[in-house]
Every structure is written in C-alpha cells, then in structure tokens.
Nanobody
Framework: QVQLVESGGGLVQAGGSLRLSCAAS????????LDWYRQAPGKRREWVAS???????NYSASVKGRFTISRDTTNNAVYLQMNRLKPDDTAIYSC????????WGQGTQVTVSS
C-alpha cells in the first residue's frame, strides 16, 4: 500500500506560480513512475506529467515549457513547479504512483484567476 499526500494548492492570479508537493509513504526508488494528473470541473481527468526512475520526465502538450516535475528520493516526495499559470489550469491536481499497482492521492485544489 502506498499513501500519497498532496499539498501546495491554492488561489493564484494568471501568470503566477505555485509549487505542488506529494509525499509518499514508501521509498520512491521502489516505484516505476510518479505522475501528476488534474481534473477540472465537468471534465475528465487529464494526465499532466510523469517522472521515471532515471529522472527522465514527460509532459502533456498543454503544460510543457511551463510546468516542471521533479522528485526527492531522500524525502520520498515528488513536486510540480507550475509557472505562467492560466485560468485553464484550474483543477484538482492529484499525485499518482505506479509500482506493482497504481495509487492515488486525495488531490489539492489549484484555482487560477484571470
């Protein structure tokens, strides 16, 4: 069982920045991938970014160049640095891990005002 707890969401003006954190209950070295997803009101959940064991990362086209995913193996955490935020980035952001199974955190609300 992997527990994931997100933090760092909030209200920010368009063009601003936020840094999301996700604390894992296990060593993240044991995980194949750590991911961020988001779900806006009335929309399907959308993949945002992934980071792999070799610290390589992938991003969705909608956030590439603005968001950066990183991980800290000492503190078993994954982060999402979000810059140049837009109102369309408003969503609940959830952290997810995949090793033998996929686990999800509860999510943190990000609201970007215009």
């Amino acid at each position: 069982q992997v527990q994931l707890v997100e933090s760092g969401g909030g209200l920010v003006q368009a063009g601003g920045s936020l840094r999301l954190s996700c604390a894992a209950s296990v060593s993240i070295r044991s995980l194949i991938t750590l991911d961020w997803y988001r779900q806006a009101p009335g929309k399907r959940r959308e993949w945002v970014a992934s980071i792999f064991n070799a610290d390589s990362a992938n991003y969705s086209a909608s956030v590439k160049g603005r968001f950066t995913i990183s991980r800290d193996t000492t503190n078993n955490a994954v982060y999402l640095q979000m810059n140049r935020l837009k109102p369309d980035d408003t969503a609940i952001y959830s952290c997810s891990s995949y090793g033998k199974k996929r686990y999800w955190g509860q999510g943190t609300q990000v609201t970007v005002s215009s």
